[in-house]
């Protein structure tokens, strides 16, 4: 900018100097101009003074001589007199001064003419002596003087006004030289000035320069020493560059794949279209995040590829950056650890949830009574194993939170019963330690979004920390309250805190502070840690508040939410229905019977509502105004998150068409409510008498199922998949419970068996062993041995029953 603003100030200030120059001779023209004026005005008085000299020798030389011939220049001067008089008038007119002294002058040559005159009329008339007397009086001499001190001062006046107008000149003359030479010098400065800028700017550049090829000669270094492939794109898709990591990778040469299409190496963007359309980096959205994809070499073997691109705004266009990584150990190594956990997993798993369960019925008398003594040590056996069930699924929820791969099922629910069944689950274990768990909440419902059984395991590890950490006689206290907008539970005991140099690892992995108290409590020191991936994961907080005692609290914070269902009869219900009046009265019914009522007009109305919230039961018209009702059934039905929505058909029309479809009920116009609210009830709570196929190669825990869904329906065992396919050819089961490791196969297998005719039978998997995410979605409901209850088994067949078909 410096250097910018003296090479424009250079020729402004040279452009100025120009002015003043010319300006300056401008001057000297006008100077030089007035000059020649006043010298034309001097000329012009002398030629009137002249004029009169020559009329006043003619006359003297008449009366002297008396000869005629004196009187022509007489004459040709007093006739040349008159003209010369009024240009002198009109050159001197501008002077005021002068002005009258051309009038002074005027009145004396009048006064001469007349004096010249009366002698030349004397001599004529009377003769010599007569025009000598005249003469002789002097009027004559005295009006010349006159006449020549008039115009003597007009000269004078003259010379003066030139003599001022030549210094006033010299002034401007010497101003402008002065201004001009501080201009030039200025521009002279301009330009030195100038010059040094430009000389800096020069080693600046070079200095840029230098530093750009340093940090282009390390960016190539890092460039071709990371072990990461690196690949640039212009805005088609095609390779511009590539690193010698991609070279090793992919087994080709750069002369080789530039100007090549980057699907040779990896299908970044298949489909139609522009290549930065299909890539689909909207805004930065998908900029650096690791997205996996399948590599090809030279020698077209394949290899799993963690690709994270990157964008570059250049003037033709967005360019793409490719951080390629050969990820086949990785892949290696979480496979050979999955198998290892599921291996443990199941061979653990399988044998615990028998073992609790056999001791389970036995506590509850499903042998018949039992003695104290016999009692006490099947209580210390069921102690010991949930203690070790505990530790197992510890390592494994840590596991599946470093993978990223634990599930949640989200669903309203009111927080104030997950506080209270935790400390039902904690009553006993509490009362062997002598420590009363105290229990506070609101009357209201604390309604949050949230999985039920994970809030328990973070309600229930909390409540056992500090149930092992009080004082005989001790209490703790888990209050449930509304904080500032976010449903929160707060547990407090009475024990000895927690120090203040522990705290900052707190909520770390296999974190146990120093101390007898801590060893004596024993514990895996995982679980603040897998409390706070949950709570987290509920987009909410755990941590360490303030104590009013000296002991520990902790608080959990989850965002509110809506109300939870509570009697089985309650459930949010969707109803499509075009008819205002209809839907009026349907509706009422409905509410009156504790149903929450969400209600649409057309197919796409209702597609949208079950998008956005969750429903527990649909109530459909068939003739909409965008379509036919049972197209909007078909659709859920092959619709992985709503298969399972219950449909209770609501029409005038007969019962055409309904064996294509799976409804719960076909209620014809009028309605009668009682009926319909009785069929939305019932389609929610699944009751009826179930037919379920238990496949299991477990003789054991197949007895304990048995006798737990005692009640709920009539239980089928196979242990095998010949035997499973087998049962499901012989009669087709409501709902199937089924496990993942099988003598001759895999569980999942079965799928295509139970599914594959088109018809939604509900799937449960109960197996020790982890699933893939992608058979998570074939399933209606996953659950983990060892993990939860028979009681939360039986409870998921009954949600899950199927509605019956109706013809």
Same mark, same amino acid.
């Given at each position: 900018?410096?250097?910018?603003?003296?090479?424009?100030?250079?020729?402004?200030?040279?452009?100025?100097?120009?002015?003043?120059?010319?300006?300056?001779l401008?001057?000297?023209?006008?100077?030089?101009?007035a000059?020649?004026?006043?010298?034309?005005?001097?000329?012009?008085?002398?030629?009137?003074?002249?004029l009169?000299q020559?009329?006043?020798?003619g006359?003297?030389?008449y009366?002297?001589?008396?000869q005629?011939?004196f009187l022509?220049?007489?004459?040709?001067?007093?006739?040349?007199?008159?003209?010369?008089?009024?240009?002198?008038?009109?050159?001197?007119?501008?002077?005021?001064?002068?002005?009258?002294r051309?009038?002074?002058?005027k009145?004396?040559i009048?006064?001469?003419?007349?004096?010249?005159?009366?002698?030349?009329g004397?001599?004529?008339r009377?003769g010599?002596?007569?025009?000598?007397?005249?003469?002789?009086?002097?009027?004559?001499?005295?009006?010349?003087?006159?006449?020549?001190?008039?115009?003597?001062?007009m000269m004078?006046?003259?010379?003066a006004?030139?003599?001022?107008?030549?210094?006033?000149?010299?002034?401007r003359?010497?101003?402008?030289e002065?201004?001009?030479?501080?201009?030039?010098?200025?521009?002279?400065?301009?330009?030195?000035?100038?010059?040094?800028?430009?000389?800096?700017q020069n080693?600046?550049?070079?200095?840029?320069?230098?530093a750009l090829?340093?940090?282009?000669?390390?960016?190539?270094?890092?460039?071709?020493?990371?072990?990461?492939?690196?690949?640039?794109?212009?805005?088609?898709?095609?390779?511009?560059?590539?690193?010698?990591?991609?070279?090793?990778?992919?087994?080709?040469?750069?002369?080789?794949?530039v100007?090549?299409?980057?699907?040779?190496?990896?299908d970044?963007?298949?489909?139609?279209?522009?290549?930065?359309?299909?890539?689909?980096?909207?805004?930065?959205?998908?900029l650096?995040?690791?997205r996996?994809?399948?590599?090809?070499?030279?020698?077209?073997?394949?290899?799993?590829?963690?690709?994270?691109?990157?964008?570059?705004?250049?003037?033709?266009?967005?360019h793409i950056?490719?951080a390629?990584?050969?990820?086949?150990?990785?892949?290696?190594?979480?496979?050979?650890?999955?198998?290892?956990?599921?291996?443990?997993?199941?061979e653990?798993r399988?044998?615990?949830?028998s073992i609790?369960?056999?001791?389970?019925?036995?506590?509850a008398?499903?042998?018949?009574e039992l003695p104290?003594?016999?009692r006490?040590?099947i209580?210390i056996a069921?102690?010991?194993?949930?203690?070790?069930?505990?530790?197992?699924?510890?390592?494994?929820?840590?596991?599946k939170?470093?993978?990223?791969?634990?599930?949640?099922?989200?669903r309203?629910?009111?927080l104030?019963?997950?506080?209270?069944?935790?400390?039902?689950?904690?009553?006993?274990?509490?009362?062997?330690?002598?420590?009363?768990?105290e229990l506070?909440?609101?009357?209201?419902?604390?309604?949050?979004?949230?999985d039920?059984d994970r809030?328990i395991?973070?309600?229930?590890?909390?409540?056992s920390?500090a149930?092992?950490?009080?004082?005989?006689?001790?209490?703790?206290?888990m209050?449930?309250?509304?904080?500032?907008?976010?449903?929160?539970?707060k547990v407090?005991?009475?024990?000895p805190?927690?120090?203040?140099?522990?705290?900052?690892?707190?909520?770390?992995?296999?974190?146990?502070?120093?101390?007898?108290s801590?060893r004596?409590?024993?514990?895996s020191?995982l679980?603040?840690?897998?409390?706070?991936?949950?709570?987290?994961?509920?987009?909410?907080?755990?941590?360490?508040?303030?104590?009013?005692?000296?002991?520990?609290?902790f608080?959990?914070?989850?965002?509110?939410?809506?109300?939870?269902?509570?009697?089985?009869?309650?459930?949010?219900?969707l109803?499509?229905?075009?008819?205002?009046?209809?839907?009026?009265?349907?509706?009422?019914?409905?509410?009156?019977?504790?149903?929450?009522?969400?209600?649409t007009?057309t197919?796409?109305? @209702?597609? /949208? &509502?079950?998008t956005?919230?969750?429903? %527990?039961?649909?109530?459909l $018209?068939?003739h #909409? *105004? +965008? !379509?036919? =009702?049972?197209?909007?059934?078909?659709?859920?039905?092959?619709?992985?998150?709503?298969?399972?929505?219950p449909?209770?058909?609501?029409t005038?029309?007969?019962?055409?068409?309904?064996?294509?479809?799976?409804?719960?009920?076909?209620?014809?116009?009028?309605?009668d409510?009682?009926?319909?609210r009785?069929?939305v009830?019932?389609?929610i709570?699944g009751?009826?008498?179930l037919?379920?196929?238990?496949?299991?190669?477990d003789?054991d825990l197949?007895?304990?199922?048995?006798?737990?869904?005692?009640?709920?329906?009539?239980v089928?065992?196979?242990v095998t998949?010949?035997? @499973?396919? /087998? &049962?499901?050819?012989?009669?087709?089961p %409501?709902l199937?419970?089924? $496990?993942?490791? #099988? *003598? +001759? !196969?895999? =569980?999942?297998d079965?799928?295509?068996?139970?599914?594959?005719?088109?018809l939604?039978?509900?799937?449960?998997?109960?197996?020790g062993?982890?699933?893939?995410?992608q058979?998570?979605?074939?399933?209606?409901?996953v659950?983990?041995k060892?993990?939860?209850?028979?009681?939360?088994?039986a409870?998921?067949?009954?949600?899950?029953?199927?509605?019956?078909?109706?013809?």
């Open positions: 900018m410096p250097t910018v603003l003296a090479l424009v100030l250079a020729p402004a200030l040279v452009l100025l100097a120009a002015v003043v120059m010319m300006a300056s401008h001057g000297v023209a006008v100077t030089r101009a000059e020649e004026r006043s010298f034309e005005r001097q000329a012009q008085i002398q030629r009137v003074f002249s009169l020559d009329a006043e020798t006359a003297r030389g009366v002297i001589t008396g005629e011939e022509e220049p007489y004459g040709a001067a007093m006739a040349g007199l008159q003209d010369q008089m009024q240009t002198l008038e009109r050159e001197l007119s501008a002077s005021p001064a002068q002005s009258g051309v009038v002074r002058l009145q004396q009048a006064l001469k003419a007349d004096h010249m005159a009366e002698g030349i004397l001599r004529r009377v010599l002596d007569a025009a000598a007397a005249q003469v002789a009086t002097g009027r004559g001499k005295r009006a010349m003087d006159a006449i020549r001190d008039t115009v003597a001062e004078q006046a003259e010379a006004a030139l003599r001022e107008r030549q210094a006033a000149a010299m002034r003359e010497r101003q402008a002065l201004v001009s030479t501080i201009l030039l010098a200025l521009v002279l400065a301009n330009l030195i000035a100038a010059a040094l800028l430009v000389r800096r080693r600046s550049r070079e200095a840029v320069v230098q090829e340093q940090q282009s000669a390390r960016r190539e270094a890092i460039f071709e020493s990371t072990m990461d492939a690196i690949v640039t794109l212009n805005p088609s898709g095609t390779i511009e560059t590539i690193n010698t990591a991609a070279e090793r990778m992919f087994g080709y040469s750069r002369e080789e794949l100007r090549r299409d980057s699907s040779l190496l990896v970044l963007a298949p489909g139609e279209g522009l290549f930065l359309q299909r890539l689909g980096l909207d805004g930065n959205r998908g650096g995040v690791a996996e994809f399948t590599g090809r070499r030279s020698d077209g073997t394949t290899f799993p590829a963690e690709i994270a691109l990157g964008a570059m705004k250049l003037g033709d266009g967005t950056v490719a390629i990584r050969d990820v086949t150990e990785r892949k290696t190594a979480e496979r050979l650890k999955d198998e290892f956990v599921s291996t443990v997993s199941h653990l399988t044998p615990l949830t609790a369960g056999s001791l389970g019925l036995l506590d008398g499903a042998a018949g104290d003594k016999a006490r040590l209580y069921r102690t010991s194993c949930d203690r070790l069930v505990r530790l197992i699924n510890d390592l494994l929820d840590i596991q939170i470093s993978s990223g791969k634990i599930a949640f099922d989200m309203p629910l009111d104030r019963e997950a506080a209270e069944r935790a400390a039902e689950g904690l009553g006993g274990f509490a009362a062997e330690r002598q420590v009363r768990i506070k909440g609101p009357q209201a419902p604390l309604p949050v979004i949230g039920f809030l395991q973070i309600l229930s590890n909390l409540l920390n149930v092992k950490f009080s004082p005989e006689g001790g209490v703790v206290t209050t449930v309250a509304e904080i500032r907008g976010r449903a929160c539970v407090e005991d009475q024990g805190g927690v120090p203040e140099e522990f705290q900052a690892s707190l909520f770390g992995r296999f974190a146990q502070a120093d101390g007898s801590q004596s409590a024993g514990g020191g679980g603040l840690a897998i409390s706070r991936e949950i709570a987290e994961r509920h987009r909410g907080v755990l941590r360490l508040a303030e104590s009013s005692s000296a002991g520990a609290c608080l959990l914070e989850l965002p509110m939410g809506a109300a939870a269902g509570g009697e089985p009869r309650q459930g949010r219900v109803l499509c229905e075009d008819d205002d009046h209809a839907a009026e009265v349907i509706g009422a019914g409905l509410a009156l019977d504790g149903f929450q009522v969400e209600r007009r197919i796409a109305e @209702a597609e /949208r &509502a079950l956005a919230a969750s429903f %527990d039961a649909l109530v $018209d068939l #909409l *105004p +965008d !379509g036919d =009702g049972l197209s909007l059934v078909r659709r859920l039905r092959e619709d992985v998150e709503h298969r399972r929505l449909v209770v058909v609501v005038g029309d007969a019962l055409a068409g309904l064996s294509s479809v799976s409804v719960a009920d076909w209620i014809v116009k009028p309605v409510l009682v009926r319909l009785d069929a009830s019932a389609a709570a009751r009826r008498d037919d379920i196929l238990h496949v299991d190669d003789a197949a007895e304990v199922v048995r006798a737990s869904l005692a009640g709920a329906g009539r089928r065992t196979a998949l010949s035997a @499973a396919r /087998r &049962a499901i050819q012989l009669r087709r %409501d199937v419970i089924l $496990d993942v490791g #099988l *003598p +001759d !196969g895999s =569980g999942l079965l799928l295509p068996d139970i599914n594959g005719d088109g939604q039978t509900p799937v449960i998997v109960y197996s062993q982890e699933i893939d995410e058979m998570v979605g074939q399933v209606q409901a659950l983990t060892s993990r939860v209850s028979f009681d939360a088994l409870n998921t067949v009954r949600a899950l029953a199927a509605p019956k078909e109706t013809a």
